[in-house]
């Protein structure tokens, strides 16, 4: 079934879109953070640089001092000994020339054959988990070359430089644990202050994007405004304008604000022009269709005068008087409907009062029931009286067009049901009139509360009966208007029902 003025449900959309606030913010929170984090590498990768040039400096100093002090307390030959000089006259721990946390080792055939660690109090040999882990990277070693940081077991981290000296493998190093402090204490302060410069920028654009996008958010709240005027009935107009301060065309958003300006003035423009052209055209067909009452009148009093003496008339005289008359009749019913009509689009022509709906429906299906004896005619009223403040003789024509409607439009033997639903306290009543007639077009649903709306041609002439006007539901829906009300229609080809909703004395406007 489909319903004039029901809603219909909204199209699934997909995840909500960012606006442009969220956007300013993530996008500079974004750029803000790259930049903050490419700094932030950048400054460690320079220090990185900058402590590994001062170790290979001491490493440098450290391996020159002992090439030379092996050189210098090299002593003869011994049976069995390693190298140039067969042995070494003085122990590695008695050498001079390193500085503190220095580790200086030789290495021959693969096997540390002396070493000692540096301290502030003097020198000891380096530890067996230090000796081992000279001796598992001594392939690399032995190539000599490029300084290397290796991992000495219990010593931790070293940067490491070697040099081939008679057969002998000569291995110094320096500790790399201030480095490694110093890079962990410059990380964690580029982590910090990353962190506080991000919350910080991202708080300082929120207030930025905020304060700069206040004139478009006002720009927005007089559209909203606007959009909420009930421009499409009334005599509205539109006052709603924006500050001069919103306006200024030197900006970006003040151009928005100035065409927003322009057009409320069109559209205000236009609806004024419209609102003049149907006061014109109200007054019009109130003054028109006043004035035509009377001249109708008299043309049906003299046609009815002269068919007095209708057995001294021709037939076809006579026929002509009746169908005068019979036109008389339908015009002056015209006529009639288009004043009512003028009359309540200007607000006029109620006479307002405490009316029962109950009672008022079942007279006018009782006079319904005597006019079209060929229906069958049903009314579900509850046992109370349903109290609305209306006036009773339109409420009466509300019901007796929608009968009339539902009569003219279905084929004889057709069932018509009036029914009237009370809701809770406070809430509107519905009156509804439906029957099982042969339905609606989907073409003609849209229009069907237009004036002069007529039904096709199936549904006008299976009762047989005179030709509609197309004024009946207009005045219907004019009628609910007035009081306060709407108004609605469902078909489909096994029936149609209109449902009228009106307020109760107790009903809370929206």
């Not at 005027?229 to 001069?244: F, K, M, N, Q």
Request: avoid cysteine; charge should be negative; glycine fraction near 10%.
């Amino acid at each position: 079934m489909s319903a004039v003025g029901s809603s219909t449900a909204p199209p699934e959309r997909g995840a909500a879109p960012w606006t442009l606030r969220r956007r300013l913010v993530v996008g500079i929170a974004g750029v803000v953070a790259a930049v903050l984090l490419g700094m932030g590498l950048l400054s460690i990768a320079v220090l990185s640089t900058s402590t590994n040039t001062v170790a290979d400096a001491q490493l440098t100093a450290s391996l020159s001092a002992l090439s030379q002090s092996v050189d210098k307390y090299r002593g003869p030959p011994a049976v069995g000994g390693h190298g140039h000089g067969g042995g070494v006259a003085k122990s590695f721990v008695d050498f001079v020339g390193h500085g503190r946390g220095t580790v200086i080792a030789v290495v021959a055939d693969g096997v540390v054959a002396d070493s000692a660690l540096f301290s502030g109090t003097g020198a000891v040999v380096l530890s067996t988990d230090a000796i081992e882990a000279i001796e598992l990277a001594v392939t690399d070693l032995e190539s000599g070359g490029e300084n290397r940081s290796l991992n000495l077991g219990d010593l931790g981290s070293y940067r490491v430089a070697t040099v081939v000296n008679d057969g002998e493998l000569l291995v110094a190093g320096v500790p790399l644990e201030a480095a490694e402090m110093a890079l962990l204490r410059q990380g964690l302060a580029i982590a910090v202050f990353t962190v506080l410069a991000l919350a910080g920028t991202v708080l300082g654009t929120i207030l930025v994007v905020r304060l700069a996008l206040r004139p478009l958010a006002r720009v927005v709240e007089t559209a909203v405004e606007v959009t909420a005027l009930p421009l499409a009935v009334g005599d509205h107009g539109i006052s709603t304008r924006l500050a001069a301060a919103d306006t200024d065309p030197r900006t970006e958003t003040g151009k928005v604000g100035e065409a927003l300006n322009q057009l409320l003035d069109h559209v205000d423009t236009a609806l004024s022009v419209r609102a003049a052209t149907d006061r014109r055209m109200r007054r019009f067909v109130t003054d028109a269709s006043h004035e035509l009452r009377t001249p109708l009148a008299a043309i049906q009093g003299y046609a009815e005068l002269t068919r007095q003496d209708s057995a001294e008339l021709p037939e076809i005289t006579e026929y002509s008087l009746a169908r005068i008359e019979s036109e008389a009749r339908r015009m002056s019913s015209l006529v009639s409907d288009l004043l009512l009509l003028a009359r309540l689009d200007e607000g006029q022509d109620l006479h307002v009062e405490d009316v029962d709906l109950a009672d008022l429906l079942l007279t006018a299906v009782n006079d319904a029931r005597a006019s079209a004896p060929s229906h069958s005619w049903l009314a579900e009223v509850p046992d109370t009286a349903v109290v609305v403040r209306g006036d009773r003789e339109r409420l009466h024509q509300l019901v007796a067009n929608l009968l009339s409607n539902a009569r003219v439009h279905t084929p004889p033997a057709s069932s018509v049901t009036a029914r009237l639903r009370v809701g809770s306290p406070g809430m509107p009543v519905q009156l509804s009139v439906q029957d099982d007639g042969p339905g609606i077009t989907a073409d003609l649903l849209p229009v069907i509360f237009e004036r002069f709306a007529r039904g096709d041609a199936s549904r006008t002439q299976v009762s047989g009966g005179p030709r509609s006007t197309g004024l009946g539901l207009a005045i219907a829906l004019s009628i609910a208007e007035a009081h306060g009300g709407t108004i609605r229609v469902r078909s489909s080809p096994a029936g149609t029902a209109f449902t009228v909703t009106l307020p109760t004395p107790g009903t809370r406007r929206p």
